[in-house]
Structure formats: C-alpha cells, structure tokens
C-alpha cells in the first residue's frame, strides 16, 4: 500500500505551469512530517533500547554482548547448541552469562531459550540449565558421563544459581560426592590434566558445604605437582594435556585457575613467566637463555612454542591472569599483559554475527562459548555456594 494514497503527487518541476503549482499546501507538507514522526517512534521503540543498553559499554564488553547475542541465537529447542556443542559449552555458556552484568548479556539466561518456531511439533522451548539438568541421570551416578564435563555442569548449577533452593543445593552436593569419589579413587593419578584441574574447580565451586572438601584438594594438588613439566625456561614449569606431556598454555591455564580458586597461589609466579614468553610478539619463546629483550606484549597467546596466537588460548590464559592478581617474573623476562590480549579478542579476530573460529578456521559454538568469560574479566570457578 502507497504511504501517499489520498495525497496529491508532487508534479515534476519541468510540468510546472504556474507559480501556484510550485508551492505545497500544508496538506501535502503533512504526509514527510507524519513519516518523520512515525519513523521516529519505531526508531525509539526498537532501535533505542539496543543502542541505550549498549551505552557506556567498553569495546570488550560490547564484543562479550554481541558473542552473547550469537549463542542465544544458537540454541535448539532442548536447550542445546548444535552439533559441536555439547554440555560442556552450553556450561560454559551458562556460566558467563550468569556471571556477567545483564546490559552486557542482554537477557536472562535462566529463562532464555529457542525461538518457538525452532521447535516441531508442538514441542515447547527449553532453557539451557534444563538442557544441562538432563545430562545428570536421577541417581547423580553417571557412568557414562566424562567427569570434567559433570565438573562443569556443577559449575553451571552454582552459577546460575540452583543451589539457592533446597533441591539445587542437595542436587549439587550429590555431584561434587561424585566428582570428590572420582578424585579419592586410584583413577585419580592417570586423568588428563584437564579433568583433574575441572575436579579442583568444581570442589572449589562448592566449598565447605563438602565434607572433607579441602583433603580432596589437597590430593589433586599432589597429583597436579607430579604432572607438572618443563617449559624450557630455566626453572620454570607447566602443565600438559596429560602426565609427561609437553607443557602448553591451555593446560596450564586451567591448571593455575584451579589451584589459585582453592587459594594456592605459590604457583604463580612460574606461570605468568611462561606466559609472559608465550605472548605477541614471542620476542621471549620458550627456550633456556630467552630473555624478553624489552619488547612490550602486544596481542594474544599462543598455545606453544610456533603455533601463533590463537582465540582458546587467549581466553584461557586470560581467566587464569584474573585469578591470580598479582606476579613477578625473574628480571629480563616478559611478563604478561592483560590489556593486549582482551584486545586481541575483538574484531578481527571476534566475526561479524559475534562468533569466533576454531583451529580449523570453521565457526563453531563449542570455541565461541569460551570466550564471553575472558571478555567481562572473570575465572573459573566464577562462581561459590
């Protein structure tokens, strides 16, 4: 339907006969008034709202809404992401978006979900905490379920938070007992460095409200010292995706974030100087004799020696500088910046539907889902009984 229906048209200048015809009527000056006035309205009613809660937003938080923006758009009707995504993201997911301030997540987790038509059948949309409270069977003993991922779904749960009810709390309780019989086990000393680490997180997570929580610790902290490895830095050591394993950052990241949540923080120290050494411009690789030789930080982290800065790395090393606050690096090395490498999240590296690339170059949910948590400056465990 023509917007100019019921007003007479403006004639074009070279038809114009007579002084007359060259002048509008306040009739004919009424119909671009009404427009403006009306475009104006929709303008304030849809677009301001979005630019207002954006307002005052640093660039890092305003990359974190846009990524937020991407996963919610993400989710199937059961609450999940796609196929790459399994629970693990959507914790992660979870998580950040509990912790983070609402005009940078733009909604409430807790009751987000798919858009109805994503759903057949009549089905009705369900959140990503259901999602994630279907993964555990009734009896909180799954077997077929790997422990880190239970260990990050206990996170979700305090995050979110269930444990402000009765049943959400003995729920959690029920899954840390779990986690923390995985942990006294002899089982215990042959898991990969990640598993034990997201161990340590979830009893972190959960605290006092465990009995015999802090022996628990203590025993991971005993196996996590044996896993420890060489970096190449003359007395300095990481951590492996594994026991013997050659150190990388991502291992050692999520390793430092564990021990620095139960308060163990001797650690920290060798690990900011390897990572001083792993990030741009890598004037500081990780060999004996490197010294920084005054070059300043400038970007991301790089998961070892060689392979260059990439998006998991960054994220990771990010969430464990926030938890440990404060480090000295031995005179002549490099010591990581913050700063830069929040920086370094933002476009180009961040797409422009706020998703990010894995190590294959392919846009996927399960490498975005990390990222959000680094952006809005938080760690793991971000969040306590």
Not at 160 to 187: C, D, M, W, Y
Not at 264 to 275: E, G, L, R, S, V
């Amino acid at each position: 339907m023509s917007l100019t229906k019921g007003f007479p048209r403006r004639t074009p200048l070279a038809r114009m006969t007579s002084p007359a015809q060259t002048a509008w009527s306040p009739r004919r000056r009424s119909l671009p008034l009404a427009v403006a006035m009306a475009a104006s309205l929709l303008l304030g009613t849809f677009i301001a709202p979005a630019w207002a809660a954006q307002r005052g937003l640093s660039p890092t938080d305003r990359a974190a809404r846009l990524t937020f923006a991407y996963l919610r758009g993400q989710l199937r009707c059961d609450g999940s992401f796609p196929a790459d995504g399994d629970a693990a993201s959507v914790a992660q997911f979870v998580i950040a978006a509990s912790v983070a301030p609402r005009n940078v997540v733009g909604y409430d987790v807790s009751k987000v979900t798919a858009k109805p038509k994503a759903c057949t059948g009549g089905t009705r949309p369900q959140t990503p905490m259901y999602y994630l409270q279907q993964q555990v069977p009734a009896d909180e003993s799954p077997a077929d379920l790997d422990v880190s991922t239970l260990a990050e779904i206990l996170q979700a749960e305090v995050a979110a938070p269930l444990h402000r009810t009765q049943s959400g709390e003995k729920h959690i309780l029920a899954i840390a007992k779990f986690i923390q019989g995985q942990v006294n086990s002899n089982a215990v000393t042959s898991q990969y460095t990640f598993t034990l680490a997201l161990e340590m997180q979830a009893l972190d997570a959960v605290g006092k409200d465990l009995k015999n929580e802090v022996q628990s610790v203590k025993r991971l902290e005993s196996v996590l010292r044996a896993y420890q490895v060489p970096t190449g830095i003359p007395n300095v050591n990481g951590w492996g995706y594994a026991k013997d394993a050659s150190a990388d950052t991502n291992s050692t990241a999520v390793v430092i974030m564990a021990l620095d949540g139960a308060g163990i923080h001797k650690y920290d120290n060798m690990a900011a100087t390897y990572f001083g050494c792993e990030q741009a411009p890598f004037t500081c690789p990780s060999r004996p004799g490197a010294t920084c030789a005054g070059a300043k930080p400038n970007g991301g982290f790089q998961y070892s020696d060689g392979s260059g800065a990439d998006v998991d790395s960054t994220a990771n090393v990010l969430q464990a500088l926030y938890g440990m606050k404060h480090w000295t690096v031995p005179s002549g090395m490099c010591s990581p910046a913050i700063q830069p490498a929040k920086n370094w999240l933002l476009p180009p590296r961040q797409q422009l539907d706020g998703s990010y690339l894995n190590y294959a170059n392919a846009e996927d949910t399960f490498t975005t889902a990390q990222i959000p948590i680094a952006l809005i400056g938080r760690t793991y465990p971000a969040a306590r009984m």
